[in-house]
């Protein structure tokens, strides 16, 4: 089926680094949205992203809807333990009756 | 509290048995899906529902089988033909159709093994 690729699949950083994943397709989406999940839990809303061009922040995260509608980035600034977990992008193809398009996930490790 | 919850956490099935796994949410949502996650993996959809009494497979159904005979229940049987059950699934709604897409709110999953 339909695929976003998510990148990069891990990182490692110090705690008060900025971070910065993406997520693209050859496909063109209606939304796009961020999520978070924490081991052993079920992913939680960070952003939600329903325009072209959208920039949408939440705290300490921002995240942008591509102009091309094929692409969505997510920036942390000043990491802090808890952002520890995994990040996925979803998005809604145009034509789609309510079904999300997942990335395999980035993985945010804060190295000791 | 409103929210989605799905039970048991953790789950064991033996060779050949079918297993039912819960999920309820009191959002008073629409639709309801479920899905499954791999270690290392995103979500794949296996079923899902926009409302009581209809459902639609997704990429990955066979060797599942749904009911949404309420708007608040949607439970997930996985039978003895699914040869690879070992997995997280996660269970998820939205209030349904909108001017706006209506994001999915998640339960906290359930963890199935193989005894």
């Known amino acids: 089926g339909q695929q976003l690729n998510q990148s990069p699949q891990s990182m490692f950083i110090q705690e008060g680094e900025d971070v910065s994943m993406n997520c693209t397709s050859s496909?063109?989406?209606?939304?796009w949205l961020w999520y978070k999940q924490d081991p052993g839990e079920g992913p939680v809303l960070l952003i939600a992203?329903?325009?072209a061009g959208e920039l949408t922040s939440n705290g300490r995260l921002t995240a942008q809807f591509g102009i091309t509608r094929k692409d969505s980035f997510l920036n942390i600034s000043a990491s802090i333990p808890s952002d520890v977990g995994i990040y996925f992008c979803?998005?809604?193809?145009?034509?789609?009756?309510?079904?999300?398009?997942w990335g395999a996930g980035t993985k945010l490790i804060i190295k000791p | 509290d409103g929210g989605i919850t799905q039970s048991p956490k953790y789950l064991f099935r033996k060779e050949g048995q079918n297993v039912t796994l819960s999920c309820e949410q009191n959002?008073?949502?629409?639709?309801m899906y479920w899905y499954r996650q791999d270690p290392g993996q995103g979500l794949r959809l296996i079923y899902y529902?926009?409302?009581?009494?209809?459902?639609q497979k997704g990429d990955i159904a066979e060797g599942y089988s749904v009911s949404r005979e309420k708007k608040e229940s949607f439970p997930l049987t996985v039978t003895s033909a699914q040869k690879n059950p070992t997995a997280f699934y996660l269970c998820?709604?939205?209030?349904?159709?909108?001017?706006?897409?209506?994001?999915?709110?998640f339960g906290d999953g359930t963890r199935l093994s193989i005894l």
């Open positions: 998820a709604s939205t209030e349904g159709p909108g001017r706006a897409y209506q994001p999915q709110h």
């Open positions: 959002l008073n949502h629409d639709a």
């Open positions: 529902s926009q409302i009581v009494n209809d459902f």
């Open positions: 496909s063109i989406f209606n939304t």
């Open positions: 992203l329903y325009k």
């Open positions: 979803a998005g809604q193809l145009t034509q789609s009756n309510y079904q999300l398009i």
